[in-house]
């Protein structure tokens, strides 16, 4: 376990709060409870990694709210959090566009992040946006 968290911590990931789950084992367990908007924001609320990563991919994006996108972006803490709950969660909500051009302009370094991330999502994912949208980015 102790290789596992070198790891993760040579890539600039809190270990503190970290059990070295692996991405492919959190998303076989997330099977069961997709679209359990109340467990997410719980798993959330833990602050342990793994589970906040799960909540990103359990959570309902129809349920998510403004007030949760900014929550959840302030505790953004790696660059592996930031990027599952941005390609999993955040880029199928409806605010996706919006928040994607405002967090690129902002200066939290992660918060940063997610808007550039959101960007890459929205271009890979979001198949019926017409390309006209994306030269805003």
């Given amino acids: ?16 709060r970290a ?12 099977r069961e409870y997709k679209g359990d908007h109340e467990l997410a924001l719980e798993l959330w609320k833990s602050g342990y990694h793994e589970a906040r990563i799960l909540g990103g991919i359990i959570d309902d994006p129809k349920k998510v709210t403004t007030a949760q ?7 953004f803490d790696s660059w592996d959090l930031c ?6 969660l955040f880029v199928f909500t409806k605010n996706a566009y ?9 200066e939290e370094e992660f ?6 991330v959101m960007m890459a999502c929205i271009a890979v994912k979001q198949k ?5 949208n994306l030269y805003h980015f």
């Fill in 111 to 116: 918060v940063k992040r997610a808007g550039f």
């Fill in 69 to 75: 996108l900014e929550e959840w972006v302030k505790d």
């Fill in 19 to 30: 059990f070295g789950v692996s991405i492919p084992f959190l998303r076989e367990e997330a």
């Fill in 1 to 16: 376990m102790l290789k596992i968290w070198a790891g993760m911590a040579r890539y600039g990931i809190n270990t503190e």
């Fill in 98 to 106: 919006a928040k994607a051009i405002e967090w690129a302009n902002r």
């Fill in 83 to 88: 990027d599952q709950c941005c390609s999993n």
């Fill in 128 to 132: 019926k946006l017409e390309d006209a």
